[in-house]
């Protein structure tokens, strides 16, 4: 994975919703694009949300890249959600990106910029805990959108 020249420390970290029934999907989202085609926006995670979405139907590729992918779907309404790189094609992982596997699509979760300790600032990336020091994301599933705001 290549992100040597790429920087993304000072980008917000976002809660991601589904919009369909508002279920908390991660705690960790970043807004993202496309490696493949940059007009397209996306918002990504490096952590995965096995509490929140499962996958759905069989993995695929695009005609865009020959990265392996597989659809996932929201636990509490079912409605897909985005898809997991499962094995990146060689010309994605050489390219600026900010190694995230699990993909969501704009138009299925909405973000909400989270605040950092202070309550008053936007938490970004380069100040988020470790993995091992962050919420369980199994722990996030219950909390409801405007709980997590508060």
Same mark, same amino acid.
């Given at each position: 994975?290549?992100?040597?020249?790429?920087?993304?420390?000072? *980008?917000?970290?976002?809660?991601?919703?589904? *919009?369909?029934? %508002?279920?908390?999907?991660?705690?960790?989202?970043?807004?993202?694009?496309?490696?493949?085609?940059?007009?397209?926006?996306?918002?990504?995670?490096?952590? !995965?949300?096995? +509490?929140?979405?499962?996958?759905?139907?069989?993995?695929?590729?695009?005609?865009?890249?020959?990265?392996?992918?597989?659809?996932?779907?929201?636990?509490?309404?079912?409605?897909?959600?985005?898809?997991?790189?499962?094995? !990146?094609?060689? !010309?994605?992982?050489?390219?600026?990106?900010?190694?995230?596997?699990?993909?969501?699509?704009? %138009?299925?979760?909405?973000?909400?910029? *989270?605040?950092?300790?202070?309550?008053?600032?936007?938490?970004?990336?380069?100040?988020? !805990?470790?993995?091992?020091?962050?919420?369980?994301?199994?722990?996030?599933? +219950?909390?409801?959108?405007?709980?997590?705001? *508060?």
């Amino acid at each position: 994975m290549s992100t040597t020249g790429c920087t993304f420390k000072d *980008r917000c970290v976002s809660v991601l919703c589904c *919009r369909f029934c %508002q279920q908390v999907l991660s705690s960790r989202g970043m807004k993202a694009v496309l490696l493949a085609n940059t007009e397209i926006d996306l918002y990504s995670t490096d952590i !995965p949300p096995t +509490s929140t979405v499962d996958f759905i139907g069989s993995c695929y590729f695009t005609d865009i890249c020959k990265c392996k992918l597989k659809n996932i779907a929201c636990l509490k309404c079912g409605n897909v959600v985005g898809y997991h790189v499962i094995a !990146p094609c060689k !010309p994605c992982l050489l390219s600026c990106n900010n190694g995230h596997f699990w993909m969501f699509h704009s %138009q299925a979760v909405f973000g909400i910029n *989270r605040l950092d300790s202070s309550g008053v600032n936007l938490l970004l990336w380069g100040n988020l !805990p470790d993995l091992e020091e962050s919420t369980d994301e199994e722990d996030m599933s +219950s909390i409801s959108e405007e709980e997590y705001i *508060r």
